[in-house]
């Protein structure tokens, strides 16, 4: 398995602010990716964080609302822009290993509400 | 494309009693599939996979059989616990190089002492 870990666990911010997400994982992951989880419902893939390069984007998802960096093997971070209420949701730090199978390992979750 | 139906919930049981949770599944070739499960307030746990048809996945007493004849991929635990509260969700993952992980929209499991 792997170690991934996030911050903050949960946050509540004002309608037109930013809210940058930490990831952490073990030096086992080679590939990570972000998940938005609206409330009651399933996961949705929102990106892949590719090393030192831009982050590849889901169908619906953008850049300039959803920015990622993954600066080095082991962080990236997640900001999600120009908050509004309907960006209230739970966003998932994930990481596959070497060999990537399709198993992914999650952080906890960092639960947003929008105000 | 490829896709996951689950069985909706929420599923509420006595302790004890039997649980199948029905998942079917939408792909072209060989799939990889999977369950996860949520506790309250926690992130995804990986429950058990299976990678080829026919193949049975196990972990804490859960099961689940890859049915290629039909595309599904059914959990099942033979007496579950109040512990064992929590949503689960079916996944796949698509075969032929890097596919994404797809999720089903996860089903509500309530047990009650």
């Known amino acids: 398995s792997a170690v991934i870990s996030q911050k903050p666990s949960r946050d509540i911010c004002q309608r037109g602010t930013s809210l940058t997400i930490q990831c952490q994982v073990d030096?086992?992951?080679?590939?990570m990716f972000w998940y938005r989880q609206q409330p009651g419902q399933s996961l949705t893939l929102i990106a892949t964080?590719?090393?030192?390069?831009?982050?590849?984007?889901e169908s619906g998802f953008v850049i300039d609302k959803f920015p990622i960096s993954r600066p080095n093997l082991t962080f990236s971070t997640l900001t999600v822009s120009n908050l509004s209420p309907e960006d209230s949701s739970i966003y998932l730090c994930?990481?596959?290993?070497?060999?990537?199978?399709?198993?992914?390992?999650f952080g906890e979750g960092s639960r947003l509400t929008v105000l | 494309g490829n896709s996951v139906t689950q069985m909706e919930g929420p599923v509420t049981l006595s302790e004890e009693a039997f649980l199948t949770i029905n998942c079917t599944y939408t792909?072209?070739?060989?799939?990889?599939l999977f369950w996860y499960v949520q506790y309250p307030g926690e992130g995804l746990q990986l429950l058990l996979k299976?990678?080829?048809?026919?193949d049975k996945g196990s972990n804490k007493g859960f099961e689940a059989t890859y049915r290629k004849e039909t595309t599904s991929f059914h959990l099942e635990k033979g007496s579950v616990q109040v512990s064992d509260s929590a949503v689960y969700f079916c996944?796949?993952?698509?075969?032929?190089?890097?596919?994404?992980?797809?999720f089903g929209a996860g089903t509500r499991l309530a047990v009650h002492p």
């Open positions: 994930s990481g596959s290993l070497q060999g990537y199978t399709g198993e992914l390992f």
């Open positions: 964080a590719n090393q030192g390069s831009e982050a590849t984007y």
């Open positions: 030096s086992q992951v080679t590939m």
């Open positions: 299976a990678t080829k048809a026919d």
């Open positions: 792909a072209t070739g060989y799939p990889s």
């Open positions: 996944a796949l993952r698509g075969s032929g190089g890097y596919n994404k992980l797809i």
